[in-house]
Structures are given as C-alpha cells and as structure tokens.
C-alpha cells in the first residue's frame, strides 16, 4: 500500500487541498506529525500535532521511531511517527502525509511506492500574502518561512507531480486524481498473479 506525500512551501495552501481530498476520499487518513513546537491556541495533541518534549523526540529518534523529521523554524523539530503509518495502514486506510521538503524527498528516496507531490502557490507575491493574511507567526517568523519558500521552490522538479494551487477546487480535483491513479495502480499490480 502507498503512502501520498504532499510537500511545498508554507502558505502554498498544502493543507487545504489534503481537506479536500480527505473529505473526497475516505480511504486516506492523514497522518498526524510530531513537533517539539509549543502548542497553539485551540490547537489539540493527536489532532493538529503529536506535541511531544525535546527528550522525548531525542529518544523516539534514538529508537528508530521517526520515519523522517526535520529541524525547523526557531529550532523546533518536527515529525511523522513510524506508529502513525502503523495506525492508519491498520485501519485499511492509505497514509497522507503533509511534509517539509527534506522529510519529503527522504521518503521518496527510502519508501517504495511513495507517491510524491509539490504543491505551490502561484505566484511568490501569492505566497507572501497567504503568509501575512494566515498571521499565525511573527513577521520575523513570516520572513524566514519566505527565505525559506525561495529554496523549497528550486526542489519542485525532483517530486512525481507538481500542482499550481490557483484554483482550490481544480487544484483539489487534481490532486484527486493523481492519487486515484496511484491507488488503481497498486491494486492492479497487487491483483496480478
């Protein structure tokens, strides 16, 4: 069974597109990543984020319990838990998972069947006003994820597919069928004798 990873700078609107394909296609369950980033208003453990202490993260890594992770903004890590592909492949479900570029191209590299897309916005000056219009960091924070957008965006060509994220519903609807074609093409290889 494959696992979808969607990738893409901040502000691309990755996140929106996963909803949408998660409420069209209930045999995805996104996968919920791990931070050692504090806990934001109205957000909850297991929903948004696994919220997990420095150490913890340092021994689940120890452990082998991280199937990628990253350093990030301020120095927080972040995640996807070898226990959250387990949980949702024990469900019948296929993993989504939202990712930073790094965690991103190591499951390309790592996982067999991974199915890989970059979501952008369509323009830089688009992203920049997704980011400062979302609001939920500093304009310190905003102007390092935009430094940082620069360099994700040169990584766009190494991914299966790329979407242009202009249109919500076309752009979904794409991303919809890509992983529809994956799907179909992992049950017909698995049904060959």
Do not use: C
């Amino acid at each position: 069974m494959p696992v979808v990873v969607v990738t893409g700078p901040s502000g691309a609107g990755k996140g929106t597109l996963e909803r949408a394909v998660l409420e069209r296609m209930p045999e995805l369950a996104l996968a919920v990543s791990a931070t050692t980033r504090p806990r934001r208003a109205g957000e909850q453990d297991g929903r948004e984020y696994w919220f997990i202490s420095d150490r913890e993260f340092d021994e689940r890594v120890a452990r082998g319990g991280f199937l990628e992770w990253v350093t990030f903004a301020a120095g927080h890590r972040y995640g996807t838990l070898r226990s959250e592909i387990d949980r949702i492949r024990e469900l019948g479900k296929v993993p989504l998972l939202d990712m930073e570029i790094e965690g991103a191209q190591h499951v390309r590299d790592t996982v067999a069947g991974a199915v890989t897309v970059f979501v952008d916005a369509p323009t830089f000056a688009e992203l920049e006003r997704r980011l400062r219009e979302r609001a939920t960091e500093s304009s310190g924070e905003i102007d390092e994820r935009l430094e940082l957008a620069r360099e994700q965006q040169k990584h766009a060509a190494e991914f299966a597919y790329t979407i242009v994220n202009d249109d919500v519903e076309r752009a979904a609807g794409e991303l919809e069928a890509i992983v529809r074609a994956a799907l179909d093409a992992t049950a017909a290889t698995m049904s060959r004798p």
